[in-house]
């Protein structure tokens, strides 16, 4: 490959990435937490381009409360044990509230709603249901990640029992295996960002400013804002497909 075309694929790669609306969203995001990180709730122009970047981010989630409305009445996957479900839905009810709620903020921010002591607190209601969405968000992913183990496991032992058989078995057998590391992996990197998530949320309500200061959230809010767009990346072969 000609260093023409390698350009030109990671042009390519480029583009198909930022035609995600989501993927634009986190590189907001990802300047709006470094903003807070860098003024540490100081007035300043860094300041300014957290507000300014945090009320443009409300742009691009304008009825995003249906994807996960949808999610909510969605059936879940057959064999997921019960606590799994209900947090789950319970994770879709919360972020649906908030993602809705967030309108009715962007509405009081941008002066379209005139009530600001609504607006503050219909506020303050969004963000703890999203704390709440990133709490059962972190008991999901360690519940799932406890599933994906004991499947492991059980592939080890089928492996040991089964290597004196056909290569084709053990062939498919680790291939499953190779299979569910990578979705603990993934499952693993979600819950790193779901618990920064958390304690993202605890530090806007302000429930612990002596530990969780504005520079914490914005440190945390950023890592996690770069971990969400590294879980964006489309896949090698969408962008060989292109």
Request: charged share 25%; hydrophobic share 40%; with cysteine.
């Amino acid at each position: 490959m000609s260093k023409l075309d390698a350009t030109r694929a990671e042009l390519a790669l480029l583009v198909l990435y930022l035609n995600k609306a989501e993927a634009r969203d986190k590189i907001c995001r990802a300047i709006q937490y470094g903003s807070k990180f860098l003024s540490n709730g100081e007035p300043g122009t860094a300041q300014n381009v957290d507000k300014t970047t945090s009320l443009a981010r409300k742009v691009f989630r304008l009825f995003k409360f249906v994807n996960d409305l949808h999610a909510l009445i969605s059936p879940t996957p057959q064999g997921t044990p019960l606590p799994l479900v209900l947090l789950g839905k319970s994770k879709n009810a919360l972020l649906s509230t908030f993602l809705f709620l967030d309108q009715i903020v962007w509405l009081g921010r941008t002066g379209i709603y005139k009530n600001k002591e609504r607006t503050d607190r219909i506020g303050r209601i969004s963000l703890f249901c999203w704390m709440g969405a990133s709490f059962c968000t972190v008991l999901v992913e360690l519940g799932e990640i406890g599933r994906l183990s004991a499947a492991m496991k059980k592939l080890e032992k089928d492996l040991k029992e089964k290597n004196n058989n056909q290569q084709e078995v053990c062939y498919h057998q680790d291939d499953k295996y190779r299979a569910n590391l990578k979705k603990s992996n993934e499952r693993t990197l979600a819950l790193v960002k779901a618990s920064m998530d958390l304690l993202v949320a605890v530090g806007l309500l302000q429930l612990a400013p002596k530990k969780v200061t504005p520079r914490v959230t914005g440190a945390l809010g950023f890592v996690s804002s770069l971990i969400s767009c590294y879980q964006l990346l489309p896949p090698p072969s969408k962008l060989k497909a292109s």
